[in-house]
């Protein structure tokens, strides 16, 4: 497999360097300690470095996509652009037998060996293969064994409430030995989001609100976590009282809920991205949520319709219709007290109980495939997993129970909040709020290809 070479022209040598965080700050195993002896290695033997690649707080076992630098690595040996590359130990090298032997079938292809400066490794040779494979099969043995330790460590101190990474460690909380506890200075920041999000149901306005009153105080990604962490909700993996939440049960439950519907608008930079019915229509066609998009006329007014994206996209839907977003609203404005059905429920409206069912199973199967992704990584003991799995299937099963709400109840509470002159409120709100009133109003409406409606889906407190 080796290269012939002329006498005189130096091997090109690459150096490859990993050090995962525990090991750097356990046994003292730093970056810069490897590469400098790489490097002198190379300078003794007279190679021509040609590169280094650097792998920092990587483990070996990750896959082969996580660790950049060896991918970069990797290309340049397909170019041909390396005779030999160094590594300090094997185990900085590969802890993983299958993807050596991909990364191994690789160099073979473009004649490049490999060599570790701190063991006797050949893998030119017969008995340096067979060396390899066995020194491989005992470091992944190792590697397993480690990691099942960390983890059973991990798991208790998560029923201890402990935090086991600083990236718990979310806006509006802060360490106080080991436990989180809320941060009095930030608390009145996020309890703000949740009550305008809870007004609006529209992260995008709340992300604006929360630019504009308390300026740049946090990115995109950390506001994110605000809708997405359970932490927030005081929950983390099995433990369900982790931490001091900001959310109660029944309001991490509706954030997901809005999650679940949601969909994307596009909008460009001077146009409103806030569109009042967004994530509430669907296609008659496909079913799939419909998608807002905005039209500028000449005279400066925004238009809004909502269209499938699919059949924008190119796919397999042939519903190629826009629903305007005016003629709309104008006709719910109009006509909503006439659509409410009689204290004997019709089929053209329903009153549905609390949280849309199709909605609530699909956050508790979400719910359980991330269950099973913790037991499969073997984050949840046996028993962990029967009780949070029995716990979960119980919620989906109450959720697929059919529901008999008091027809007249609910519509007559409707009627109660939709007194004469609401009408002429709703229409001074701004965009965002108008939003939120059909949001908190309407789960969803259905529609025939001819753009009529045919079913009303009421929330529960309606």
């Known amino acids: 497999m080796k290269k012939a070479s002329h006498p005189d022209k130096p091997i090109r040598c690459a150096v490859y360097d990993r050090v995962s965080t525990e090991l750097q700050a356990e046994f003292g195993r730093s970056l810069e300690t490897q590469r400098s002896d790489l490097d002198q290695y190379a300078r003794d033997h007279g190679y021509l470095i040609v590169g280094h690649y650097t792998d920092e707080g990587i483990t070996a076992r990750k896959k082969m996509q996580n660790r950049h630098d060896f991918l970069r690595l990797l290309e340049d040996v397909k170019a041909d652009k390396i005779d030999l590359i160094l590594v300090t130990k094997l185990d900085r090298w590969f802890r993983n037998i299958r993807d050596y032997y991909a990364t191994q079938e690789i160099l073979e292809k473009h004649h490049c060996n490999w060599k570790t400066i701190y063991e006797d490794y050949d893998s030119s040779t017969a008995d340096g293969q067979l060396k390899i494979n066995i020194m491989l099969s005992v470091a992944q043995n190792e590697c397993d064994r480690t990691s099942e330790r960390i983890k059973s460590v991990f798991r208790h101190k998560v029923q201890l409430g402990?935090?086991?990474?600083?990236?718990?460690?979310?806006?509006?909380?802060?360490?106080?030995?080991?436990?989180?506890?809320?941060?009095?200075?930030?608390?009145?920041?996020?309890?703000?989001?949740?009550?305008?999000?809870?007004?609006?149901?529209?992260?995008?306005?709340?992300?604006?609100?929360?630019?504009?009153?308390?300026?740049?105080?946090?990115?995109?990604?950390?506001?994110?976590?605000?809708?997405?962490?359970?932490?927030?909700?005081?929950?983390?993996?099995?433990?369900?009282?982790?931490?001091?939440?900001?959310?109660?049960?029944?309001?991490?439950?509706?954030?997901?809920?809005?999650?679940?519907?949601?969909?994307?608008?596009?909008?460009?930079?001077d146009t409103p991205s806030v569109y009042l019915f967004s994530g509430l229509l669907r296609c008659p066609e496909c079913g799939s949520a419909l998608s807002g998009t905005s039209v500028k006329t000449r005279y400066g007014h925004i238009n809004h319709y909502y269209r499938c994206w699919k059949h924008q996209s190119g796919r397999s839907c042939t519903f190629n219709r826009s629903l305007s977003e005016l003629r709309l609203e104008k006709y719910l404005t109009d006509e909503i007290l006439l659509m409410l059905p009689p204290p004997v429920r019709i089929p053209t409206v329903r009153a549905l109980r609390p949280a849309k069912p199709a909605i609530r199973i699909q956050t508790y199967e979400g719910q359980l495939k991330r269950l099973n992704d913790l037991y499969i990584r073997g984050n949840l003991s046996c028993s962990e997993y029967d009780a949070k799995y029995a716990s979960i299937q119980e919620r989906i099963q109450n959720a697929r129970q059919p529901a008999a709400p008091d027809a007249a109840c609910c519509n007559n509470s409707l009627r109660e909040a939709l007194q004469d002159g609401w009408a002429g409120l709703y229409h001074i709100l701004d965009r965002a709020h108008k939003r939120g009133f059909w949001h908190h109003l309407i789960a969803s409406i259905s529609f025939d290809d001819s753009k009529n409606i045919q079913v009303i889906d009421f929330l529960p407190q309606v």
């Open 162 to 269: 402990e935090i086991t990474t600083a990236s718990l460690i979310y806006f509006g909380y802060r360490c106080e030995e080991k436990h989180l506890v809320i941060d009095e200075e930030k608390a009145p920041i996020v309890r703000d989001v949740y009550q305008k999000f809870f007004e609006t149901h529209s992260k995008q306005t709340v992300y604006r609100y929360c630019m504009k009153k308390y300026g740049d105080i946090f990115s995109y990604q950390t506001f994110r976590h605000f809708f997405t962490a359970e932490i927030y909700a005081g929950r983390y993996q099995t433990n369900e009282r982790f931490c001091p939440p900001y959310l109660t049960p029944d309001q991490w439950e509706e954030i997901q809920s809005v999650n679940a519907r949601n969909i994307k608008v596009y909008a460009s930079a």
